[in-house]
């Protein structure tokens, strides 16, 4: 399944975003889909998660409070909400989704359908 995400921008620091992950379909494939960010010269990193199941979401304490992932079923989409963001907040963001079960779905090797990146910069 292709995963599409968009949204990304420049914004101030303090602004906000929305970003939206499309994957058709991942009611029946994913447990749960994720959020990632690369910021330059960085590893991959976790940001956050949503669990199909109960719906409950997880948070990296980088952006915990600041951030917040929901979904929208009807649309097969799932957005995350930044606000409040910080100059190091810049990284490009990738959507994932994950197939298998997980104790924890905030590892990359969790995941294993990923869309492309959306870059989002935070100017001081």
């Known amino acids: 399944v292709q995963l599409q995400a968009s949204g990304g921008g420049l914004v101030q620091t303090g602004g906000s975003l929305r970003l939206s992950c499309t994957a058709p379909?991942?009611?029946?494939?994913?447990?749960?889909m994720g959020w990632f960010r690369q910021a330059p010269g960085k590893d991959r990193e976790f940001v956050g998660h949503?669990?199909?199941?109960?719906?409950?979401?997880y948070y990296a304490d980088s952006v915990k409070g600041r951030f917040t992932i929901s979904e929208d079923n009807a649309n097969d989409t799932v957005y995350l909400e930044m606000n409040s963001l910080k100059p190091e907040d810049t990284a490009v963001y990738y959507c994932?989704?994950?197939?298998?079960?997980?104790?924890?779905?905030?590892?990359?090797?969790?995941?294993?359908?990923w869309g492309q990146g959306t870059l989002v910069t935070v100017s001081s």
């Open positions: 994932a989704g994950a197939q298998y079960y997980s104790a924890t779905y905030s590892r990359l090797s969790d995941f294993d359908s």
């Open positions: 379909g991942r009611t029946r494939l994913y447990y749960a």
């Open positions: 949503i669990k199909w199941y109960g719906g409950t979401t």
